[in-house]
Nanobody, 126 residues
Framework: QVQLVESGGGLVQAGASLRLSCAVS????????MGWFRQAPGKEREFVAT????????NYADAVRGRFTISGDNAKNTVYLQMNSLKPEDTAVYYC???????????????????WGQGTQVTVSS
């Protein structure tokens, strides 16, 4: 059974940075495309960023492109989301997700993912 555990959330002021981590256990990290999603109160879960298996392809939501960076560390079985220049509208619960795949594609739809973490809260004050 694959488990995803997020960490790194918190309360910061606008303009600050945070780095979220997602540790993957149960199966080799390189078997998965990984994604970050977020859900703000009263809103649907939305795509943030994704990285393909082996890390060669990346994709971002327009709202975070240029501010957020997704990366992976195969040795640590961990995917990261570096978030810079945070804005109050980035406030949400951030979820890590994994899709078992043999392809090198990226995936931006939540329904495409097989496994989810429990989420970590990010709050950005103005």
């Amino acid at each position: 059974q694959v488990q995803l555990v997020e960490s790194g959330g918190g309360l910061v002021q606008a303009g600050a940075s945070l780095r979220l981590s997602c540790a993957v256990s149960g199966r080799a990290f390189t078997n998965y495309a990984m994604g970050w999603f977020r859900q703000a109160p009263g809103k649907e879960r939305e795509f943030v960023a994704t990285i393909s298996r082996r890390g060669g392809n990346l994709n971002y939501a327009d709202a975070v492109r240029g501010r957020f960076t997704i990366s992976g560390d195969n040795a640590k079985n961990t995917v990261y989301l570096q978030m810079n220049s945070l804005k109050p509208e980035d406030t949400a619960v951030y979820y890590c997700a994994a899709k078992s795949t043999s392809s090198l594609y990226t995936y931006s739809a939540s329904a495409q993912y097989d496994y989810w973490g429990q989420g970590t809260q990010v709050t950005v004050s103005s």
